[in-house]
């Protein structure tokens, strides 16, 4: 336990050393969950700014792992909603019913891994649009520019795109 006292004292060397030693466990733990290693990438980042930010809230009763893993677990939740709030305002078929049982399924390990398995089997522009969109976060802008089409091209793909993975989620939900 004296590893949290150390970290809410803000000792870095002791964070890093918690680091190193659970950043490949919480990457797996949230990669089995989801499928994605690019959310399994993102949610390990997320978890240890989380760690860091809320330091002098941590309890010194709980093993660090167990409260990491709380909030690995939390961070994963958040970054799905997230991106199920992101697919209700965007694309063409937001008004469909879809989001309310997408965030009901949040939690299910198949989600993410039908999901990559749609965008894989998307046209390749419409692919790399939406990738670049989604993964890379770039701009509709930034896209047209480093693939040399149009902005309103990049949107068609990403409504497209959208469109896709809400129909064929809302009819996997079914």
Do not use: C
Not at 52 to 59: A, C
């Amino acid at each position: 336990m004296h590893r949290i006292q150390a970290i809410k004292n803000e000792n870095q060397r002791v964070f890093k050393q918690v680091y190193d030693a659970y950043h490949q466990q919480v990457y797996g733990f949230i990669l089995q969950r989801t499928k994605s290693s690019y959310v399994a990438e993102e949610v390990t980042q997320l978890t240890f700014i989380k760690l860091w930010n809320q330091r002098d809230v941590l309890s010194e009763k709980l093993a660090i792992n167990v409260q990491l893993f709380g909030m690995a677990r939390q961070v994963m939740i958040d970054v799905l909603r997230k991106e199920a709030t992101r697919f209700k305002y965007e694309g063409e078929a937001a008004e469909t019913p879809l989001t309310d049982s997408l965030v009901d399924a949040i939690e299910s390990k198949d989600l993410l891994q039908i999901m990559e398995r749609d965008i894989q089997n998307m046209p390749r522009v419409r692919r790399l649009v939406f990738e670049l969109s989604r993964k890379k976060g770039l701009s509709h802008k930034e896209i047209a520019a480093t693939i040399s089409i149009s902005p309103k091209a990049v949107e068609y793909h990403i409504s497209k795109a959208l469109l896709q993975l809400k129909q064929h989620l809302y009819s996997v939900m079914l």
